[in-house]
């Protein structure tokens, strides 16, 4: 089914105003000071850390 009327421009960009991206929220580390998502692991200066430690790569 087809539309009856053509949407103006600023009818359809009145719709558009709500779609807007979200700021991506970081934690710093405690004991690396590198900042990283939460819950996430994350490298810093060649080393995978989690949680504030080390993780073995084996």
């Given at each position: 089914?087809?539309?009856?009327?053509?949407?103006?421009?600023?009818?359809?960009?009145?719709?558009?105003?709500?779609?807007?991206?979200?700021?991506?929220?970081?934690?710093?580390?405690?004991?690396?000071?590198?900042?990283?998502?939460?819950?996430?692991?994350?490298?810093h200066?060649?080393?995978?850390?989690?949680?504030?430690k080390?993780?073995?790569q084996?």
């Amino acid at each position: 089914m087809l539309p009856k009327k053509r949407q103006s421009k600023t009818r359809s960009k009145k719709r558009r105003t709500h779609y807007t991206s979200s700021l991506v929220h970081t934690v710093t580390c405690k004991n690396t000071g590198e900042e990283h998502l939460p819950h996430h692991a994350y490298y810093h200066d060649g080393i995978l850390y989690h949680k504030g430690k080390p993780v073995d790569q084996n």
